[in-house]
């Protein structure tokens, strides 16, 4: 970049944002779009993709143009800018006439730096003469990926932006995304008119998030199992909690509250005053439990979510990083958790078959389905398999998810497998009648049930030929063939049936390794897989509660969400540092010139408070 810019670049960064370098590739991102370059950049959630468009916003004259689907969280962006002594606004639905004149006022003016706007305001003529009567800096296309056909987010009204550098060819344009395979990144390219070149460079870091710990887990009384692990591992902290269904989502957040923890739901069936109250309470409350479809989440960008739980099956890897992707985003030590079993892949097949749309529509849902269950059923390190999927190879085993942690075992299950399948096979001709999961280990086990009986499956070959294996270990059986492809379940009765591929098998062509399900997890174990919680030196967590506290009762009084004022890791790194006076506190990390002369006397005075 050039000298000026560099040297302006980092100023901000320092005067505005209290931080004290540059982190992965934004040095080089903000020097080129200063320079008047355009960029498409693909960085994990919690990379730091937002300075790359802010600064460059501050750096260059005009206005910077965010677009952003994100309408129900403009406000808290634009609030959160303020608090650091940025001057921003917004257009959107939400806002009443006056608001849009003053915010329109502001942006003719110049008095602000930054302005967002969705992405349905540049379909209406009014906005593009607006801005076609301003001074614009920079368009920021954030959420770049809804763009994309392929992609699991598409939004029409995103295809508009390839206007954008027609009407304004000179203003450089950054697009971003946390959530890019290649497939991806290339449509976003190619619709917003950004292939590589020298003008248009793209930057693609690393998708790791090396501060979440991965952890998948066969799925076993799965409210319980998630009580257990909030209990266990995060005690008052805030997360988010995926379920499939409206039903699941209510009743999960009734249980968790019946079990005390403050759980609220999320789903779109609720009005939209619910759904505005629980997210303003999760976003401004500290350790609020969210339980939500996944219509919840997007563009949330709280950074101390401590766990993101699943209790069904995620539809794409895709979709199951970028949930993930929403714990942890200050880098302090978060849990990923997803607990899955056989109901979840056949209920998710079964969903494929019914859904709308043509064949290939279908083969492609397929597809992310199989490569969902691939990492669900790996014995490898999952984050290996995950940057795989991404396209990123050659990283070492993580040590930090569970199979690293725990390694399952993988055995032969060639002849488990075999057994299951012709037990299915001889059931098959009975196809009227639905026999589930529970038949066929009740078979395999020689069990003499009512219904076993009544069907006089007894006299069956394999009646009594699987004692080898508890009832647990079939179930595991199952749901891989299942997940492998190598069983289906068809028709109404949701019976299960052979595959082509299941044939290989029962001639004995073809070798079937399994994953062996670690038991489930006791106390101690449990312990050793727990993410490591961020160690506070001894003496400082008192002063870190009292932080909280004061940042607690600032943040009411203000009406903005608490880490509006201070993240987490700021106010953990005031506690362990304790600065004695105001040139030392503006050294901390996101302790910026604006927030040392609002809050730094308060942060002195608590400090003071919890010494005596
Ligand atoms: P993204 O939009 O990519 O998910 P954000 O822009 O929200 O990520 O940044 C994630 C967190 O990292 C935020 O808390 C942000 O303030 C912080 N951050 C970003 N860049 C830096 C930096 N250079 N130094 C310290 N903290 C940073
Ligand atoms: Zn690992």
């Given at each position: ?610 010494a005596s």
């Amino acid at each position: 970049m050039t000298a000026p810019a560099l040297e302006s670049a980092l100023d901000v960064l320092h005067r505005v944002f209290g931080y004290d370098s540059f982190r992965g590739e934004q040095a080089e991102i903000i020097g080129h779009v200063c320079d008047g370059g355009d960029a498409l950049v693909l960085m994990p959630t919690g990379g730091g993709k937002s300075l790359c468009y802010q600064i460059p916003a501050l750096v260059r004259e005009g206005v910077g143009v965010v677009v952003s689907p994100l309408i129900a969280l403009m406000q808290d962006q634009v609030d959160a800018l303020r608090a650091l002594g940025v001057r921003a606004g917004f257009l959107n639905s939400t806002q009443s006439l006056d608001e849009r004149r003053a915010a329109e006022a502001a942006f003719l003016a110049g008095e602000i730096d930054l302005l967002y706007l969705a992405p349905e305001r540049l379909r209406v003529p009014a906005t593009l003469s607006l801005l076609g009567r301003g001074k614009i800096a920079l368009f920021a296309i954030d959420e770049a990926h809804c763009v994309a056909q392929w992609g699991h987010d598409f939004r029409p009204d995103y295809l508009a932006l390839s206007e954008l550098h027609e009407r304004w060819p000179d203003v450089p344009r950054i697009a971003l995304t946390a959530t890019a395979t290649e497939a991806t990144h290339a449509e976003i390219a190619q619709r917003l008119d950004l292939r590589p070149s020298e003008r248009a460079r793209h930057f693609v870091a690393s998708f790791d998030r090396p501060n979440i710990q991965y952890r998948i887990v066969p799925k076993d009384k799965p409210r319980q199992q998630l009580l257990d692990l909030l209990r266990a591992e995060h005690p008052g902290d805030a997360g988010i909690v995926y379920c499939l269904s409206r039903n699941s989502v209510e009743q999960t957040a009734e249980f968790l509250a019946t079990q005390g923890i403050p759980a609220l739901p999320y789903h779109a069936g609720l009005d939209a005053a619910t759904r505005a109250a629980n997210q303003a309470r999760f976003l401004r409350e500290d350790g609020v439990v969210m339980v939500a479809t996944i219509a919840f989440g997007m563009g949330i960008d709280k950074p101390d979510v401590r766990f993101v739980a699943h209790l069904d099956l995620p539809k794409s890897v895709e979709g199951y990083y970028q949930e993930t992707g929403r714990a942890g985003r200050d880098g302090l030590p978060s849990t990923a958790w997803l607990t899955y079993g056989l109901a979840d892949v056949v209920q998710q097949r079964k969903m494929i078959d019914d859904s709308d749309g043509d064949l290939a529509h279908r083969r492609r849902l397929a597809q992310h389905l199989d490569a969902m269950l691939a990492l669900c059923e790996t014995v490898e390190c999952r984050r290996v398999q995950l940057l795989n999927y991404f396209d990123q190879r050659g990283a070492e085993p993580c040590g930090n998810c569970d199979t690293c942690l725990t390694p399952p075992e993988s055995w032969d299950g060639t002849v488990a497998a075999q057994k299951v399948l012709s037990t299915v096979f001889r059931l098959d001709r009975e196809r009227r009648q639905k026999f589930g999961a529970g038949q066929i280990i009740d078979i395999l086990l020689g069990r003499r049930t009512a219904k076993v009986e009544q069907f006089d499956h007894h006299s069956l070959t394999v009646f009594g030929v699987g004692t080898e294996l508890s009832e647990g270990e079939w179930r595991g059986v199952v749901r891989q063939l299942m997940a492998k492809g190598l069983l289906a379940v068809e028709g109404t009765y949701q019976t299960f049936v052979l595959t082509e591929a299941s044939r290989g098998v029962l001639r004995g062509e073809q070798q079937v390794l399994l994953r062996r399900d670690p038991e489930r997890q006791t106390r101690s174990r449990t312990r050793s897989a727990r993410a490591p919680q961020a160690e506070l030196p001894a003496g400082a967590a008192p002063v870190f509660e009292r932080l909280r506290a004061w940042r607690g009762a600032a943040a009411k009084e203000q009406g903005v969400p608490a880490y509006v004022i201070f993240h987490d890791a700021t106010l953990r790194e005031i506690a362990s540092r304790s600065p004695a006076n105001l040139a030392e506190l503006g050294r901390v990390n996101g302790v910026g010139e604006n927030k040392l002369a609002k809050y730094g006397e308060q942060v002195l005075a608590t400090l003071a408070e919890a010494a005596s």
